[in-house]
Nanobody
Framework: QVQIRESGGGLVQAGGSLKLSCAAS????????MGWFRQAPGKEREFVAA????????YIADSVRGRFTVSRDYAKNTMDLQMHSLKPDDTGVYYC???????????????WGQGTQVTVSS
């Protein structure tokens, strides 16, 4: 089992910044991928960013590329999502997840945190 905890959400004005953090513990492997997803009310869960296992790189969704960055500490099993130039459309619950596969498909992520709310006001 892998336990995941997100932190750092909150309320921010449009154009502002927030940093989300994810801490994973338990049976997480260095080769596992860690991903960020978000879900707005009435919408499906959406891929945001991910860090591959074994320090093989990161991937950012087109919708946030240039505004969001992701970084992972493989020794500590943590991952941060730095968000800049936030827009009201970025509002949602942000989830951290772990997968044994390198994928952007949420259905292929095995373990999930409870999520942290991000609200961007206009």
């Amino acid at each position: 089992q892998v336990q995941i905890r997100e932190s750092g959400g909150g309320l921010v004005q449009a154009g502002g910044s927030l940093k989300l953090s994810c801490a994973a513990s338990g049976r997480i492997s260095r080769s596992d991928a860690m991903g960020w997803f978000r879900q707005a009310p009435g919408k499906e869960r959406e891929f945001v960013a991910a860090a591959n296992g074994n320090e093989l790189g990161t991937y950012i969704a087109d919708s946030v590329r240039g505004r969001f960055t992701v970084s992972r500490d493989y020794a500590k099993n943590t991952m941060d999502l730095q968000m800049h130039s936030l827009k009201p459309d970025d509002t949602g619950v942000y989830y951290c997840a772990v997968s044994s596969l390198w994928t952007v498909d949420p259905d292929n992520y095995d373990y999930w945190g409870q999520g942290t709310q991000v609200t961007v006001s206009s």
